[in-house]
């Protein structure tokens, strides 16, 4: 028994080491449900939440640690393009946890935070203005992610709130198109597959 015991504990321990956590969500999120025969993939991709509030977020997520050039880029190129006034320190900030719900005129003070600090902050960001068409922030946000991805296949998400109002999805539809974006995925909450049909049969559940 020693011998499948030291077995046992060495699979355990690759399994402590080698799992990468799913960052917690910045708000919390109620989705409708939906049943779905493919699971998103969520990586390499621009998530885009919108709460109950009508609040808009943004992160970008990439697959590999290494990758994280690509969020750096991103970032360096929307403070320039937009005139931020971000230094190494707030981009970096933006690198370790790249979910951000302020208006650009915040972003600074927002990545100067302790990640202490943010954990508390969540209820008082405003989101990522949207609503108003001549400042729909949320177009640099997926152009410059877009740019920073260059040919490299980018996934497009798109989650909301069962009470999230229709003005907000219909901006952040429009951001995505500005940037020649057509296509993208819905987050729902799984839920069973109806008893006899095709999908049923397949996935047996």
Same mark, same amino acid.
């Given at each position: 028994?020693?011998?499948?015991?030291?077995?046992?504990?060495? %699979?355990?321990?690759?399994?402590?080491?080698?799992?990468?956590?799913? #960052?917690?969500?910045?708000?919390? /999120?109620?989705?409708?449900?939906?049943?779905?025969?493919?699971?998103?993939?969520?990586?390499?991709? @621009?998530? %885009?939440?919108?709460?109950?509030?009508?609040?808009?977020?943004?992160?970008? &997520?990439?697959?590999?640690?290494?990758? *994280?050039?690509?969020?750096?880029? @991103? /970032? *360096?190129?929307?403070?320039?393009?937009?005139?931020?006034?971000?230094?190494?320190?707030? !981009?970096? =900030?933006?690198?370790?946890? #790249?979910?951000?719900? !302020?208006?650009?005129?915040?972003?600074? *003070?927002?990545?100067?935070?302790?990640?202490? &600090?943010?954990?508390?902050?969540?209820?008082?960001?405003?989101?990522?203005?949207?609503? $108003?068409?001549? $400042?729909? &922030?949320? /177009?640099?946000?997926?152009?410059?992610?877009?740019?920073?991805?260059?040919?490299?296949?980018?996934?497009? @998400? !798109?989650?909301?709130? *069962?009470?999230?109002?229709?003005? !907000?999805?219909? &901006? %952040?539809?429009?951001?995505?198109?500005?940037? $020649?974006?057509?296509?993208?995925?819905?987050?729902?909450?799984?839920? =069973?597959?109806?008893?006899?049909?095709?999908?049923?049969?397949?996935?047996?559940?």
């Amino acid at each position: 028994m020693t011998p499948f015991v030291d077995v046992a504990f060495l %699979i355990l321990s690759f399994f402590m080491l080698a799992t990468k956590f799913k #960052p917690p969500a910045p708000v919390e /999120i109620t989705t409708p449900y939906s049943v779905s025969s493919k699971e998103l993939e969520q990586k390499n991709a @621009m998530l %885009i939440e919108m709460d109950k509030l009508g609040r808009v977020f943004f992160t970008m &997520q990439v697959e590999k640690q290494e990758d *994280n050039e690509l969020k750096r880029s @991103m /970032i *360096n190129s929307l403070n320039k393009s937009r005139n931020l006034g971000l230094g190494p320190a707030e !981009v970096e =900030a933006f690198v370790k946890n #790249p979910t951000v719900g !302020v208006p650009f005129s915040k972003l600074k *003070n927002y990545l100067d935070l302790s990640e202490e &600090q943010k954990k508390g902050y969540e209820t008082k960001m405003e989101g990522i203005p949207v609503l $108003d068409s001549t $400042d729909n &922030q949320l /177009i640099y946000w997926v152009g410059e992610t877009k740019k920073a991805f260059g040919g490299t296949e980018l996934n497009v @998400m !798109v989650k909301g709130d *069962n009470n999230t109002k229709y003005p !907000v999805f219909k &901006q %952040i539809i429009e951001a995505l198109r500005k940037n $020649d974006l057509f296509k993208y995925k819905l987050i729902t909450s799984p839920e =069973a597959t109806p008893t006899g049909t095709e999908l049923y049969k397949t996935r047996g559940k």
